[in-house]
Each structure stands twice: as C-alpha cells, then as structure tokens.
T-cell receptor
Framework: DTEVTQTPKHLVMGMTNKKSLKCEQH?????MYWYKQKAKKPPELMFV???????INESVPSRFSPECPNSSLLNLHLHALQPEDSALYLC???????????????FGDGTRLSIL | QKEVEQDPGPLSVPEGAIVSLNCTYS??????FMWYRQYSRKGPELLMY????GNKEDGRFTAQVDKSSKYISLFIRDSQPSDSATYLC?????????FGTGTRLTIIP
C-alpha cells in the first residue's frame, strides 16, 4: 500500500458532469502533484503545489481545476471533460518543493477515469 | 530528440536471470536519477534514487549512473516473476521529473 491515498479508484462520468478527485498524504510532505497517464505512456505533469500554493500549471485546460485545501490534501475538480481526457490520474508528493529539494516523488495508485 | 530515451522493450527473461534496463539522457542539468516500478493498475513505486555517478545497491537491485556518458541503468539479480512490471527511469534537473517511456518486463517462471 502506498502512503499517498487517492479516491475514488475508478470514476465514470459523462461530459456534462462535475466530479472531483481526491488525494491525501500524511508524510508531512510540502509539495503535491497531479499527473495524467495514458496507457503505455509515462506520467505527464499537470500541476504542482508547493506549500499549498500552485507553483506549476503545465498549460492544462481550464476544465481541470486543482485545489489544495491544506498541506495534506489535494483535489482535482473536473467539469465538461472530453473523451480524450480518459486516463489514469496520479497524485504524488515530495518532502520539499521541487525547486529547492532533491527528494523523490512518491505516487498514489491513481484514479482511473473514463469519460463517456 | 527526447530528453530521456529508454529501451521500450518489451523484455522477457527466464526466472533467475540478470535483467539490465537502460536509459540515456541529453540534458547535463539533470542531477537526480530515479527508477520507478509500475504494476498494472497501480501507481509508480519508487525503487531507486541516486544523484551521483557510480553504483547504488538495494537488495537485488543495483542502479548505475554514468554522468560522463549520460547513461543510467537498473540491474535486477535473481529475477522473480513478481518483478514483472513496467520500469520507468526518471531524471530531475530543476523542478520537474522527466520520465523515460518505460520498459515492460516479463519474468518467465
């Protein structure tokens, strides 16, 4: 079991739905990340939060909206997604901000998202 | 040219064999090197992390980094069926991880 917990494990939604993905870590890590992974591809960075502030947005469409309520929680709000957004969404955390630290990232098991 | 190139595989070897997984990178700013293992329907699991040239060993796994030739390797000794997974190399310079494309490994009992 990983120390980064993601819920739900699976999500099926229509293109007009609004849903949220949740991520939680209790390792005291100060940086948290959202990645998107398509089948047989490596993870692609979407967002980075450092000390609860958004530090990197990899030009992600606005239908994806991240939120970091506190240092242990990270949400990804979804609205009006497209079929091509179907993928595994991974959350990760690292001890320090990626700009200052060399600590590795630890990943959760992801939410498998299907858009109908 | 991709910043990190990884042998795509797939790679199938018999149980007990030594496995060699390899990546090359092009950016001299990359200072930190990782290997992740990803089982089907799971997230990437950190296997090895190093930031210096040379070898780092952890049980049956050895990570090797050669910064002069920008080459990183992961060796698995006495491979087991439970090692069957996709292996991702990753490097980090400033802020972001850059992943290789992954090598799918199957250990045949």
């Amino acid at each position: 079991d990983t120390e980064v917990t993601q819920t739900p494990k699976h999500l099926v939604m229509g293109m007009t739905n609004k849903k949220s993905l949740k991520c939680e870590q209790h390792m005291g890590h100060r940086a948290m990340y959202w990645y998107k992974q398509k089948a047989k591809k490596p993870p692609e960075l979407m967002f980075v939060y450092s000390y609860e502030k958004l530090s990197i947005n990899e030009s992600v469409p606005s239908r994806f909206s991240p939120e970091c309520p506190n240092s242990s929680l990270l949400n990804l709000h979804l609205h009006a997604l497209q079929p091509e957004d179907s993928a595994l969404y991974l959350c990760a955390s690292s001890q320090e901000s990626p700009a200052y630290g060399n600590q590795p990232q630890h990943f959760g098991d992801g939410t498998r998202l299907s858009i109908l | 040219q991709k910043e990190v190139e990884q042998d795509p595989g797939p790679l199938s070897v018999p149980e007990g064999a030594i496995v060699s997984l390899n990546c090359t990178y092009s950016n001299s700013a990359f200072q930190y090197f990782m290997w992740y293992r990803q089982y089907s329907r799971k997230g990437p699991e950190l296997l090895m992390y190093t930031y210096s040239s040379g070898n780092k060993e952890d049980g049956r796994f050895t990570a090797q980094v050669d910064k002069s030739s920008k080459y990183i390797s992961l060796f698995i000794r006495d491979s087991q069926p439970s090692d069957s997974a996709t292996y991702l190399c990753a490097t980090k310079g400033n802020e972001k991880l850059t992943f290789g494309t992954g090598t799918r490994l199957t250990i045949i009992p």
